[in-house]
Nanobody, 122 residues
């Protein structure tokens, strides 16, 4: 069973940066695609960034493109989300998952961790 542990969230002012981390256990990490989702209060959980198992392909939602960067370190069974130029609308709980690509669309195929909360003040 896959276990996902997210960390790195916090309170930051608009324009600031945070780096989220997710440690994965229970799967051969190098063989899985990874994605980051977020859920703002009262809204649906949506994918914002994803990376292929080989690390060659990354995808971003329009809302974060150019500001966020997803990366992975297979030696550490970890995926990261570098978030720059944060905006108040980035305030949400952030989750990582394993998943499957159908074309460029990423679908989660694991359960959810506890998430890590990001709050961006204006």
């Amino acid at each position: 069973q896959v276990q996902l542990v997210e960390s790195g969230g916090g309170l930051v002012q608009a324009g600031g940066s945070l780096r989220l981390s997710c440690v994965v256990s229970g799967r051969t990490f190098g063989s899985v695609n990874m994605g980051w989702f977020r859920q703002a209060p009262g809204k649906e959980r949506n994918v914002i960034a994803s990376i292929s198992a080989n690390g060659y392909h990354t995808f971003y939602s329009d809302s974060v493109k150019g500001r966020f960067t997803i990366s992975r370190d297979d030696a550490k069974n970890s995926v990261y989300l570098q978030m720059n130029n944060l905006r108040p609308e980035d305030t949400a709980v952030y989750y990582c998952t394993t998943g499957t690509f159908i074309g460029a669309t990423y679908y989660p195929n694991s359960g959810w961790g506890q998430g890590t909360e990001v709050t961006v003040s204006s």
